[in-house]
């Protein structure tokens, strides 16, 4: 697949997939076409897990009903983000990574709580940042604390996923991860609140 990036003024944190939507009347289908990643343009370390994470949705998100919720739709992005960080070997990465996440996560939940002008359409994407990327960290605290079958059946989960043989919720029940226990503080505060 020919994808070009397109750097632009966002921060190395925020990249973006740019896709199109083409609803197909005739047989009520809908294409999907991806035309450019967005990525900051300021290089820095932190632009490979933001790449990491936008190729991570070219994959979950043109196969319709690879994952079934919207809420979940940034789960495995954001799971991907931390596991390209965490093959850098380089603890500190990993942590400001993660940090970066958590931050975007405490900011969307502040905005649902505090703003009063906030649009139905940000609540809804706010929301579904805050219920992906609690299950992304639950999953990814899975990863880090099993043995190898483990760690390897999480990579077959997730390339079934891609590849359009499971969808994700299937496999979040397989791993006994839900948002009620994704909101357990223990789990929370295991690797992000120190
Ligand atoms: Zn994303």
Do not use: W
Request: proline content about 1%; hydrophobic content about 40%.
């Amino acid at each position: 697949m020919d994808l070009t990036i397109q750097y632009t003024n966002c921060d190395a944190f925020s990249g973006e997939l740019c896709k199109l939507l083409i609803n197909d009347n005739n047989v009520s289908k809908i294409n999907i076409i991806l035309l450019y990643i967005k990525l900051g343009k300021s290089y820095s370390q932190i632009l490979v897990p933001a790449y990491i994470h936008e190729i991570t949705h070219t994959q979950v998100d043109t196969i319709i009903g690879s994952v079934e919720n919207y809420h979940n739709a940034e789960l495995l992005p954001i799971f991907m983000e931390k596991l390209v960080a965490l093959q850098t070997k380089n603890k500190e990465f990993l942590n400001d990574i993660e940090r970066l996440r958590f931050a975007h996560t405490l900011k969307g939940m502040a905005s649902l709580m505090i703003d009063r002008n906030i649009s139905e359409e940000e609540a809804l994407e706010n929301s579904m940042y805050i219920v992906s990327s609690l299950q992304a960290q639950n999953l990814f605290n899975k990863y880090l604390e099993g043995n190898d079958d483990i760690k390897h059946e999480i990579i077959r989960n997730i390339q079934n996923v891609f590849d359009g043989n499971k969808t994700l919720e299937n496999i979040l029940k397989e791993m006994n991860i839900s948002f009620e226990n994704s909101l357990d503080k223990k789990m929370i505060g295991k690797r992000l609140i120190k």
